[in-house]
C-alpha cells in the first residue's frame, strides 16, 4: 500500500483529492490544523495529523510517506490578511517542500492556481506559458500563489520532484466554505443577485481536479505546470446554466465595474476601519474587472486530464447546498 501525505485534505479540492486517493488504493495521512473544520473527511479512512505548515519539524510526519500533494493555501481577498497569505502561502510552502526533502518524499504534487499566472488583456485566452508580471497581479492572495508557485519551481530546477497544478475555478459538492464560485451559486440559489458583472472564468468539476491531480503524480513533468480547467464561460452564461438547471429567474441586468466597486471602496477602506464587517471585498471587485479565460490543452493532452460537463457539476453543487441547508427552504 503507497501512502500519501496530503496537505489542506480538509478543503474543497482537497477533500476530492483524498477520496480519489482512497478509491484507488492509497493510503492516506492528512495534515489538519487543530482548528480545521473536519466534516468533509468524516468517515474517511484517513489518518489525521494534526500540525503547522510551517512546523520545521513537519518531515518527521511525513518519514513514512512516498508521494506528496501540497493543496493547502490561506484564501482571502481580504487586504487585512496580507501577512497571514504570505505566512501560509509562500513560507508555508517553503517549509512544506522542504520538509518533504529531508522526510525522502518521492514525488510532489503541489497545487498552485490560475490566478498565479494572470489573465490576458481583454480577456484573451492565455495557456501556461503566459505569465502576467507580478506587480500587475490584483491583490495579495494573487500575489502570494506567484510567489509560493516561484517557490515550488525553484525546487525543481534545484532537483527535488516538483509537478505544478494550476486549478481554475472548481465546481461541485462538499464546497463548505464555500468557494468564490460556490458563493456564486449560493447567491443565486438565495436570491441575492439582481445583477451581473460583465465578466467571465474558467470553470472545472472539482472531480476532474481532484483527478487532475493523480495524473500529474503519475504523468506530470518535474518543472512543469498544468492548468487543470475545463470551459471558457461568462458570469451571464453560467447564471443562465443555473436558471435552467433550478428554475430560479436569472438577473437579466448587468451593472458597470464602477458601481461594485465604489461599494467595496467603501466597505473595506472606511466601513471596516469604523469596526464593521466589510461585505465585499476591493481585490475581489477588482479581478472581475477581468475575465480569468484559460487553454487547458496541456493537462487533457499530457495528462489525460477529464473534461466532464459543467452541468453536471452545478447540478451537484446545487443539490448539496440544498441538502446541507446553505439555503433556507
Request: some cysteine; charged content about 20%; hydrophobic content about 40%.
Amino acid at each position: 500500500m503507497v501512502q500519501v501525505f496530503v496537505t489542506g485534505g480538509t478543503g474543497f479540492i482537497g477533500s476530492h483529492v483524498v477520496r480519489l486517493l482512497l478509491q484507488q488504493g492509497y493510503t492516506v495521512k492528512a495534515l489538519v490544523r487543530s482548528s480545521s473544520n473536519l466534516e468533509n473527511l468524516r468517515g474517511l479512512a484517513v489518518e489525521l495529523v494534526t500540525g503547522d505548515l510551517n512546523n520545521p519539524n513537519l518531515w518527521q510526519q511525513m518519514r513514512d510517506c512516498q508521494y506528496l500533494f501540497h493543496v493547502a493555501a490561506h484564501y482571502s481577498l481580504w487586504q487585512k490578511d496580507r501577512k497571514l497569505l504570505y505566512h501560509h502561502n509562500v513560507l508555508g510552502t517553503r517549509n512544506v517542500l522542504e520538509s518533504a526533502q529531508k522526510a525522502g518524499i518521492e514525488r510532489t504534487v503541489y497545487t498552485s492556481s490560475v490566478a498565479a499566472i494572470g489573465v490576458g488583456a481583454s480577456g484573451k485566452v492565455v495557456d501556461e506559458t503566459h505569465q502576467s508580471p507580478p506587480e500587475k497581479l490584483v491583490g495579495d492572495y494573487k500575489k502570494s500563489k506567484f510567489l509560493a508557485e516561484q517557490v515550488a519551481m525553484q525546487a525543481a530546477h534545484g532537483g527535488q520532484d516538483v509537478v505544478v497544478v494550476n486549478p481554475s475555478s472548481p465546481i461541485g459538492p462538499l464546497d463548505i466554505k464555500p468557494t468564490p464560485t460556490g458563493d456564486i451559486i449560493l447567491r443565486f440559489l438565495r436570491r441575492q443577485m439582481p445583477a451581473y458583472v460583465n465578466t467571465g472564468l474558467n470553470f472545472i468539476d472539482v472531480r476532474d481536479v481532484a483527478w487532475g491531480h493523480l495524473l500529474a503524480l503519475k504523468k506530470g513533468k518535474s518543472g512543469d505546470r498544468y492548468i487543470l480547467g475545463n470551459q471558457n464561460l461568462s458570469l451571464k452564461q453560467i447564471l443562465e446554466q443555473l436558471a435552467q438547471i433550478t428554475g430560479l429567474p436569472a438577473p437579466q441586468r448587468s451593472v458597470p465595474a464602477w458601481l461594485p466597486l465604489s461599494v467595496a471602496w467603501v466597505d473595506e477602506k472606511i466601513l471596516a476601519q469604523l469596526g464593521k464587517t466589510p461585505s465585499v471585498p476591493l481585490d475581489g471587485v477588482r479581478m472581475a474587472q477581468q475575465p480569468m479565460y484559460y487553454n487547458t490543452s496541456k493537462a487533457v493532452r499530457e495528462l489525460g486530464l477529464p473534461q466532464s460537463p459543467l452541468t453536471t457539476a452545478l447540478e451537484d453543487a446545487v443539490a448539496w447546498f440544498i441538502a446541507q441547508k446553505y439555503v433556507s427552504e
